[in-house]
Nanobody
Framework: EERLVESGGGLVQAGGSLRLSCAASGFEFSNYDMTWARQAPGKGREWVASINKKSAIILYADSVKGRFTISRNNAEQMMYLDMTNLKTEDTAIYYC??????????????????WGQGTQVTVAP
């Protein structure tokens, strides 16, 4: 069974940093592109970043470009999201997911894939 578990969320002041982790199990992680998405209170799920199997193709939503960095360690079956210069509007539940469905530099949150349970990130003013 494919399983993803996010960790690393918490409360941080605006301008601060956090590192989110996603632990994968039950499948061959290195065979899958991966994605981070988030869902703010009262809003739909939003794509944040995606990375392909070998970390050669990395895409970011405009809202996080230059502040967030996605990475992965295939040997450890882990994916990461390093978030810097956090803003209050980054407050959301952050999810990792298998696969990426992208077109011309933008990726969707739809399509068949496995999702983690999410980790809460709260950015205080």
């Amino acid at each position: 069974e494919e399983r993803l578990v996010e960790s690393g969320g918490g409360l941080v002041q605006a301008g601060g940093s956090l590192r989110l982790s996603c632990a994968a199990s039950g499948f061959e992680f290195s065979n899958y592109d991966m994605t981070w998405a988030r869902q703010a209170p009262g809003k739909g799920r939003e794509w944040v970043a995606s990375i392909n199997k070998k970390s050669a193709i990395i895409l970011y939503a405009d809202s996080v470009k230059g502040r967030f960095t996605i990475s992965r360690n295939n040997a450890e079956q882990m994916m990461y999201l390093d978030m810097t210069n956090l803003k209050t509007e980054d407050t959301a539940i952050y999810y990792c997911a298998t696969r990426r469905y992208c077109n011309q530099g933008y990726c969707s949150v739809g399509g068949p894939r496995t999702w983690g349970q999410g980790t809460q990130v709260t950015v205080a003013p």
